[in-house]
T-cell receptor, first 114, second 115 residues
Framework: EPEVTQTPSHQVTQMGQEVILRCVPI?????FYWYRQILGQKVEFLVS????????KSEIFDDQFSVERPDGSNFTLKIRSTKLEDSAMYFC????????????FGPGTRLTVT | QQQVKQSPQSLIVQKGGISIINCAYE??????FPWYQQFPGKGPALLIA?????SEKKEGRFTISFNKSAKQFSLHIMDSQPGDSATYFC??????????????FGKGTKLTVNP
């Protein structure tokens, strides 16, 4: 069964450094998302992406964050200058098309900012 | 109100029992209500989902009950098994009517099924 994959599984970085989290969505899906989950808390929406554009973003997704689909398979989240409070699990999700609402999540990347 | 309120925070059930998790919402524009199951260190996995035009959906041992007038929906796990021990999240999507496709999650329920 097709699944969303994410790399790396764990990323440790120092405050102020840039990180890029990578995702490979399910191959025939058209809508892509990033969510994050701070330890012990609920999953929060960051951004949605369709047709090479951001379609929606949350208040969390400020100028330090960016997303890109550099080729036909990868979907990346970049944090330009990490802060301690960026430490969280970051999940990528994908959705097939406009007619279906189901979002399928990857296993996540644990980001630790020291 | 873009919130989904979930209860209880934790639940302990004996093997073979019924687990019931409840969620409530305010935004009548919500158009799709999924439940996700999450094991430690893993991503949320879509379990079952319902649209507001039906009152119940059953898939195997998992059932969603939906009460549109009360703006509540619940997950029932019949014949609960130790392998069901996980955190369960309810969620909602405003949909096209609500102008958003993002998932709005509840805070989660940690279910423990004792053998």
């Amino acid at each position: 069964e097709p699944e969303v994959t994410q790399t790396p599984s764990h990323q440790v970085t120092q405050m102020g450094q840039e990180v890029i989290l990578r995702c490979v969505p399910i191959s025939n899906h058209l809508y892509f998302y990033w969510y994050r989950q701070i330890l012990g808390q609920k999953v929060e929406f960051l951004v949605s992406f369709y047709n090479n554009e951001i379609s929606e973003k949350s208040e969390i997704f400020d100028d330090q964050f960016s997303v890109e689909r550099p080729d036909g398979s990868n979907f990346t989240l970049k944090i330009r200058s990490t802060k301690l409070e960026d430490s969280a699990m970051y999940f990528c999700a994908s959705r097939k098309d406009r007619a279906s609402y189901e979002q399928y999540f990857g296993p996540g990347t644990r980001l630790t900012v020291t | 109100q873009q919130q989904v309120k979930q209860s209880p925070q934790s639940l302990i059930v004996q093997k073979g029992g019924i687990s019931i998790i409840n969620c409530a919402y305010e935004n009548t524009a919500f158009d799709y209500f999924p439940w996700y199951q999450q094991f430690p260190g893993k991503g949320p996995a879509l379990l079952i989902a319902i649209r507001p035009d039906v009152s119940e959906k059953k898939e195997g041992r998992f059932t969603i009950s939906f009460n549109k007038s009360a703006k509540q929906f619940s997950l029932h796990i019949m014949d609960s098994q130790p392998g069901d021990s996980a955190t369960y999240f309810c969620a909602a999507i405003p949909g096209y009517r609500g102008g958003s496709e993002k998932l709005v999650f509840g805070k989660g329920t940690k279910l423990t099924v004792n053998p």
